[in-house]
């Protein structure tokens, strides 16, 4: 007899850490969705109060199933990373190309192959253009085990993402709660003969518990951000642009204050710390910091998209720049790995929290 708790027919697998330090903030649940390429729904944060939130913007349960219905405004699980935490492969961010009649996809090259992606995102303004945005995994079922309550892990034998991408891939994940901090890993080995392009991401939102967004601050130790041709439809004009003094300097040791910015930008160039690729998200009006860091060497952008109105700021640490195949990069390494036969890579981040008073 099958047990698993589910929503809307998606199994949902509920994380509870063994190994919390008693003292200080820390992460002590969570909770994944396999049925949407094993995306992080929702994050419980003990606070040094004593008190637990909600560490992402995310619907409940029962109001995320209404969401992820497969519908139109759900094409390809576009759903999957309008909140929680939704992990991008074998690309992130957006890849361009032409449009095919009477098809909801573009036509590009990747790797030197021509491919059909799906056109799932795109301007909203009168004519802008659309492309696929997000990886090919958002509404795939991935089969997984649950053997430790603070772990669970999956598999995906995703080939060649259903005749989109060039080679054979296999994706393994692994989300666990460990020591107060949350982690997600995911190798991507090839199984075919050829070499295989692989970017992988991840989408978090994270909540801001004050509703103070004006006064949130953000720390990302980068030298260069993607110049984009608008906020609408968000795409890199292949310039990147030294932050250093600038309003899109983040680096001083306690970060920069959004204010009123919107932000919606990928900044490269990433100053590793201590062997890491860092960034923190600061509430003043609750004391909290959350710490995103990855020990991935192929993490070499982040996306930043942070709208004034909104109470959360979603940090995206990934392999690839916008648009990693497209001329206007012309020839730059946009950061793709390409994967020889039988080897494997991986990406990691964890997040930990911390009270501002100690760091």
């Given at each position: 007899?099958?047990?698993?708790l589910?929503i ?5 697998v509920?994380?509870?850490a063994l190994?919390a ?8 649940e ?5 049925g ?7 994050a419980?944060?003990?606070l ?16 995320a ?10 094409f390809?699980g ?5 909140f929680?935490g939704a992990i ?6 957006r890849?361009?190309g032409?449009e095919?009649e ?5 036509e590009?090259?990747?790797?030197g192959?021509?491919?059909r ?18 990886g090919?995994?958002?509404?795939a079922a991935?089969?997984?085990r ?7 892990t999956?598999?995906l ?9 060039p080679?054979r891939?296999?994706?393994?994940f ?8 949350l ?8 199984a ?25 601050r953000l ?16 795409l890199?004009?292949g ?6 003094g600038?309003?899109?300097d ?8 959004l204010g ?9 160039d990433?100053?590793?710390e ?6 923190e ?5 609750s004391?909290?910091g ?5 020990p ?16 959360f700021?979603?940090v ?5 720049l ?6 206007e990069?012309d ?7 390409l994967?020889p036969?039988g ?5 990691e ?5 911390f ?5």
């Amino acid at each position: 007899m099958d047990d698993t708790l589910r929503i809307g027919g998606l199994p949902l697998v509920r994380l509870r850490a063994l190994d919390a330090p008693a003292a200080g903030p820390a992460f002590v649940e969570a909770t994944v969705l396999p049925g949407r390429g094993m995306m992080l729904l929702q994050a419980r944060l003990r606070l040094a109060s004593g008190g637990v939130v909600d560490a992402l913007s995310a619907p409940d349960p029962e109001a995320a199933a209404r969401e992820l219905d497969g519908g139109p405004d759900d094409f390809v699980g576009n759903k999957a990373f309008s909140f929680g935490g939704a992990i991008l492969a074998p690309y992130a961010n957006r890849i361009r190309g032409r449009e095919v009649e009477g098809a909801r996809e573009i036509e590009t090259t990747v790797a030197g192959h021509t491919v059909r992606l799906p056109r799932n995102w795109g301007g909203k303004a009168q004519g802008a253009e659309q492309y696929a945005m997000h990886g090919l995994i958002l509404d795939a079922a991935v089969p997984w085990r649950q053997e430790a309550p603070d772990r669970v892990t999956g598999r995906l034998e995703a080939a060649d993402f259903g005749g989109r991408w060039p080679g054979r891939a296999v994706l393994d994940f692994e989300w666990r709660l460990q020591g107060g901090a949350l982690t997600l890993r995911v190798t991507a080995r090839n199984a075919g003969a050829d070499p295989l392009p692989m970017g992988i991401g991840w989408h978090p939102y994270f909540a801001l518990p004050s509703g103070d967004r004006r006064k949130a601050r953000l720390r990302l130790p980068a030298r260069s951000r993607a110049l984009v041709n608008n906020y609408d439809e968000v795409l890199p004009t292949g310039a990147l642009e030294p932050v250093a003094g600038g309003p899109y300097d983040f680096s001083p040791p306690d970060g920069r204050a959004l204010g009123a910015a919107y932000l919606d930008d990928c900044f490269t160039d990433l100053q590793r710390e201590g062997g890491l690729t860092v960034a923190e998200v600061r509430d003043p009006a609750s004391d909290l910091g959350l710490r995103i860091a990855s020990p991935s060497p192929q993490v070499g952008a982040m996306q930043v998209y942070a709208p004034p109105d909104k109470a959360f700021v979603v940090v995206e640490p990934q392999f690839n720049l916008a648009d990693p195949y497209g001329a206007e990069w012309d020839r730059r390494d946009t950061g793709m790995a390409l994967i020889p036969a039988g080897a494997s890579v991986a990406y990691e981040v964890a997040v930990t929290a911390f009270t501002l008073g100690t760091r």
